[in-house]
């Protein structure tokens, strides 16, 4: 039974088939669904415990770095978008529009917030109106819409969840420095509670925010080699600022402009976790944000003691803070043993009779399959301890594979190559936007970020003197 | 200056103005600001703590309840509301309609969720196949829109946050029980987390959710005597089920429908938490939710080890659980007193150097004002037993208060003097639309819930027997 795993033959093979084997998870465990909008997903309750995991972890970080949560509203004046003109040129062709309310046509049409800068503008022009009341911090967890041709569950639909932060300064150093500061929250988090080592730097003009002065992003590797978009922070100047009049008066009297930046992450982060981390058995959730981090099996079930052993197991893991499931269902253990692996749940608890005699218990890590025994006494710590380790090993094999997989090329044909064994390209690059259009022409890759350690000195295209050493992948 | 009280001056009077008075306080205490597009809402750091404790606080009652999170889409092909004859017809009116989205026309109409029993019945009706996977229970934390002529910040407003339970059971039993059950867990919560005595009942055909087989209600009691809608739960009956194509097969093989319920509560829970409880001097916050549970305000803060010893007691508070602020702006400690009413929070610390020397600090209650002294070593404990006491007391105000203005009157007459008393009438009511009617157009009241304890055999409107005591009230 344990050897003919029909769950492993519900999802295609990983190796071959990336897209179908991520759809064939995505919807075979339970994360999502389809809506029946075209391009909107359902998040079923075990995709949507990952989110409420990563909220939690992310409100922690914000709180601590001064920020708070607020709601602004849903619907935004379609007049709003145009105040800032980078900005409504790239979001327009997204938006989807209220054109009728209350069974009347509307006045003036409403678009559904693809981004809240000018909503929030718009609020913060109001709200601050002396040096004292600065610097803002907000933060919001919110639904937004941006209508897409093509889309994947988490990856890319027409809705998504997401949290935007938005902040106003007095100065541009400030707000740059905030714009780094919450970048590098947001690797942190993709290390400790994804266990997904990530790439940070700056976008290209042409890869970023429509309406920044700046962008930075981070960047992840996904099982295939290619790249994901997995967060990005904007340095907006004042461009917001004076589009929607954000002032305040300064110590000296004179009215100034603010300078704002925004950063956000999406549910995307879940496609993130979910491509970085699995394997052909299914999902590998890292602990974390793990909605079950360990689920308990027993053996023998019937015999006496052993039911009620799990329960009493169960519950010290569960008052330690341990997210714990007992499966007590009439399947058998080979067949809980697959499913739960399927579901990428981090670690196995195994107990029977004999275990039960002998006062241990069976652990099985799902990272590597490695089994240990350990003492029931002690179980809450050590299953703690053990969990640490697993999103550790987690993190360090996807690191090595990342580092493994990065090459540096000098040429278009150098890209090409590199792209299609699945590498991510650095390159150096002029800094034109005719040669970075020539690489998506050539090699089907974009400039993911700029790399902070700028050794190539030469334009892998042109060979003119080089700007930057670029990040070129493939990407989601 | 403690007596120049300038925010209560800022604040209309209570007593003779309190719609102005409820505006002034949600405006000036920065709950709340008006959005851009007309009944919209900007819910500010203030304000929207409350929800995240209102939401915590539920996440905990659901989850012990057998609920998991989940969310939906927030756009509903308009057909779907249609497939539900009642319920279309009563939310049709009010739905915000996308009809263009990625720069095309739609070829069908969305709507933006009014509520979501439609499109969740679509999903359950794919998900749902054997007895096996019943009951179903889910919520969704999510923003809701309905499209409203008048508007007022919390109470009513085109868009807001709220939350909704949706359930799938096997036999109308089963459905009906966790409708009464769900009731009975939001007035725990009302009296337990906002001290708000309420109101429970089945509410009037007129007054239920559209599509609904049976509305509970529960109804609370505002300053003014009027009565505010704070929750609901729904029994659907198969009317969804039906509607929709939710089947299961049952356990003799057969093909069934399955019984439906839903159940919500909305932003407008901190509508009813301030007109409950706040007086003249603004806020007054049930300790549960209160965004700061405890201010600490240093007397003469420029003496040694004042701010020190207030930066120490804070940190031992929050190291206990409370939500704590210590206010060490440059403001009179008067001043400071003033603000912190306005805003409403339960206690207040003054810590100056006579307190220090006695070991001592003063702690000022908002619900009764009363100055209570306490040892500093004992503050976590102490300060965490008063906020309880602080709690009951304010459930144990606002119930006398409920319970000496219902009244039981038995004509039109009667029933308009006593809701023009600021009193709730209870009556007899025999049943029929048209009774309802003429309290409507002659008293401005309407039936809140009916009373489960029926002792008028009479209706109050026409003579005839009665089939219910039915609560009368005005009512947001």
New interface residues.
Partial sequence: MANKNQFVEQIADIETDFAQWYTDVVLKTKLV?Y???KG??????YG??I??NIQREFDRRFRENGY??????????MG?MTKEAEHVEGF????????????EKLAE??C?RPTSET?IG??YA??TESWRDLPVR?NQW??V?R???TTRPFLRT??F?WQEGHSVFASEEEAEEETQKMLAVYAEFAKTCLAMPVLTGKKTEKEKFAGAVATYGMEAMMHDGKSLQSGTSHYLGQNFSKAFNIKFTDKDGTQKFGYTMSFGVSTRLIGALIMTHGDARGLVMPPVVAPVQVVIVPIAAKREGVIEACVRLKDRLTAAGVRVVLDDSDNSPGWKFNEWEMKGVPLRIELGPRDLEAGKLLCARRDNFEKTEMSLENAAEEIQALLKRVSENMYEKARERMNTRIVTKDSLEGILEGVNGGNFVRAGWCGCRACEDKVKEFAQATARVMDGDHTEKVCAVCGKKSSATVFFARAY
């Fill in positions: 669904d809506g029946p909008v909107t997903m359902v998040i079923r309750p949507y415990a989110w409420e708070e949560n607020a709601y602004f509203p849903l619907l935004i004046p709003f327009a062709p997204e938006v989807a529009v209220v054109t009728h309310a209350g069974g049409p409403l559904i909503i718009t609020m109001k709200w907000m919110a639904n819409m209508w897409e041709k027409s809705e969840l």
